[in-house]
């Protein structure tokens, strides 16, 4: 008899069979791995469900010969804000286009409600998971409504134009996102962050309950991050949409995540609750930089800044 | 005013197709279109004039989506049937043909020539599309690109080769061809290119929405519920086969494939169901009005269409580059 994470690891189509409810198996992998409260996910979950919103086991990367991912293992639940962070080069984006299948080259496995992503068509994922990608620098040559209504394409179908449904789905995600005014004007001729706030509207109207983004203030000036990072939180906490966030702003992850995954080299160095990677003083070992954190006035948790290499 | 574009270009088109039989070396009254296909001013017109302007139209509208589709595609603004292999893979089909001094017709429709050009573009097809996918990681847009261009390469030096080996006559009749030009006797290259031009064209229009995230990026394309690959597959096939028949019988004309969708962007904008109406008809008018300004400017000899539309093209693309403001 082999054991059941095997199957998992070794091959990225073995699986569907587990994924398909292969109870027994399932119980007793969760049983021997121990891998699921790591995140601080509810328990009740657990309890009545087999499988978790979003699982991932095992996932490993190797892209050109080189090893990006290293055997990743955690889960979330509907509704979190999960932020994934760590130093440039650990593997963080890379891990996003994993768990949205832009990255097909995977082994492992990665479910989302019990089903692997790999045995669902684009179109389907599509409908579950929307992006803000990291576009800074590309051309874009659309108006701010154009592209939201190109979020449209995987509840459209084949030939069909825009219902009226859809139109109303794009007027309100611009509204939510602050752009209504902005809407026909060019996506290239946006300031910083106009567009990443027109980006977030486009993916929006695609009704997804899950979004990801990736490093989505990194070229941003401060009020501009607190404005987005607003943004991520209503969306998450009014809307209810899971966020799944990479990032390399700790003090973001911080102050917006519920949960942290803290990368290195390609493998999980932490993950739990955000708030609590202060206490666990990681961080210098993660970023390889010494910080020192304070904290403001009336404000349970703590700012992060940088001091100097670690010597 | 964008709004208007669609409707003016289609009259445009319209009125070029109407008007341009009727100008040339030999003047023809419009009464003649009336009057049966027996007399010499009619006959000029039902089986030369009118056939030749279809026949130009059809090609430019064809080139035109195809360059559209491609430089979605690759995400690059250079990218055009003419420059990725095909056109070269052709000639050298015709060139082998010529060399051999073969000489037969399949089923007495399409000339021997017409049938080893188009044989030669879809071996530079496959070929293009067999190195792309060598690569492990999938087939990227860069790889099949940059494929394209080196087959193009490979495939002009051959060219070269066999015309550099060949006779005084045949050496001529090979650089003929290769110059490209429309030459309509009847309707029979009408029927043979016309059914390309609707495959891509309802390809063009139907995958618009795909083509549109296209642009923005293999990742946001994905992330959008795309199949990327099969899609490029798809299209690239698709595009190749569709040039292969045009390249076949009017010879590579250049030019139009890249300079036709950006002025039609210049227009209508850069949604790509628009464009793709937008394509049909400027392309199509445009390769005729080049194609009677060839007829006219050296009455009564006759330039090669190819010669004129690079020459007028790259000139006028020039001029367009350099004082529009938008970014291409």
């Known amino acids: ?311 | 005013m964008k709004k208007f574009m669609l409707p003016l270009l289609f009259v445009f088109s319209l009125a070029v197709i109407f008007f341009a039989p009727f100008i040339g070396a030999q003047k023809i009254p419009f009464s003649a279109l009336f009057t049966g296909a027996s007399e010499g001013p009619a006959r000029i017109l039902w089986e030369l004039r009118i056939p030749r302007v279809l026949l130009g139209w059809i090609t430019g509208s064809t080139l035109a989506i195809c360059g559209l589709i491609f430089q979605a595609l690759f995400r690059n603004p250079l990218a055009s049937p003419d420059m990725l292999g095909v056109s070269s893979g052709a000639a050298f089909g015709a060139v082998i043909y010529i060399r051999l001094g073969a000489a037969f017709t399949f089923f007495n429709v399409v000339s021997g020539l017409s049938c080893a050009a188009f044989l030669g573009s879809l071996a530079a097809t496959i070929a293009i599309y067999a190195a792309g996918n060598l690569k492990k990681n999938g087939l990227s847009e860069a790889t099949l690109l940059l494929a394209g261009i080196a087959m193009s390469y490979l495939f002009g030096s051959l060219n070269m080769i066999i015309q550099y080996s060949g006779g005084y006559t045949d050496t001529f009749r090979m650089m003929r061809w290769s110059l490209g030009g429309i030459e309509a006797v009847g309707f029979s290259q009408v029927w043979m290119t016309l059914p390309a031009l609707a495959v891509i064209f309802i390809i063009a229009f139907c995958m618009a929405p795909e083509l549109n995230l296209f642009v923005c990026g293999e990742d946001v394309a994905a992330s959008r519920g795309v199949s990327v690959e099969w899609l490029r597959k798809v299209l690239f096939l698709s595009v190749s086969a569709v040039v292969a028949v045009n390249v076949a019988e009017c010879g590579p004309i250049g030019f139009v494939g890249l300079l036709g969708p950006h002025i039609c962007r210049k227009l209508v904008g850069t949604e790509h169901r628009r464009l793709a109406v937008a394509s049909l008809f400027f392309g199509g008018a445009f390769l005729v009005i080049c194609d009677t300004a060839a007829r006219i400017l050296w009455s009564p000899e006759e330039v090669p269409v190819g010669i004129l539309t690079s020459c007028i093209g790259s000139i006028f693309f020039l001029w367009l580059l350099l004082r529009g403001k938008h970014k291409i």
Request: glycine residues 8%.
């Open chain 1, 1 to 311: 008899m082999f054991h059941p994470l095997q199957i998992i690891t070794r091959s990225p189509k073995a699986p569907f069979f587990i994924a398909q409810g292969d109870i027994y198996l399932r119980k007793k992998l969760f049983e021997e791995q121990n891998i699921f409260d790591t995140c601080g996910c509810a328990e009740n979950q657990r309890d009545n469900n087999v499988w978790r919103f979003f699982e991932v086991h095992g996932l490993s990367l190797a892209l050109g010969g080189t090893q990006i991912l290293d055997n990743i293992s955690f889960t979330f639940n509907k509704g979190d804000f999960l932020s994934i962070i760590g130093p440039n080069g650990a593997g963080k984006s890379s891990l996003l286009k994993c768990l949205g299948r832009l990255y097909k080259e995977y082994t492992g496995s990665v479910m989302l409600d019990g089903m692997q992503l790999a045995a669902m068509p684009p179109r389907t994922i599509a409908q579950r998971i929307a992006w803000v990608h990291q576009t800074s620098s590309d051309n874009l040559p659309f108006t701010v409504r154009e592209f939201a209504s190109m979020s449209r394409y995987p509840w459209q179908k084949s030939f069909s134009g825009e219902s009226r449904k859809d139109r109303e789905i794009i007027e309100q995600s611009l509204k939510t996102a602050g752009v209504a005014d902005l809407a026909d004007r060019q996506l290239d001729s946006l300031s910083g962050g106009e567009r990443q706030r027109a980006l977030i509207a486009a993916a929006l109207a695609q009704s997804t309950d899950i979004l990801y983004l990736d490093e989505p203030t990194s070229f941003l000036d401060y009020r501009h991050q607190a404005e987005t990072l607003d943004l991520i939180e209503k969306i998450n906490k009014e809307q209810g949409i899971t966020v799944v966030m990479v990032t390399h702003d700790i003090n973001l992850a911080l102050h917006g995540a519920d949960n942290i995954i803290a990368l290195k080299h390609g493998r999980v160095m932490w993950q739990g609750k955000s708030t609590d990677i202060i206490k666990d003083s990681l961080l210098s070992e993660i970023f390889e930089t010494e910080f020192c954190s304070f904290k403001s006035v009336g404000q349970d948790i703590p700012y992060v800044t940088p001091r100097g290499l670690v010597r």
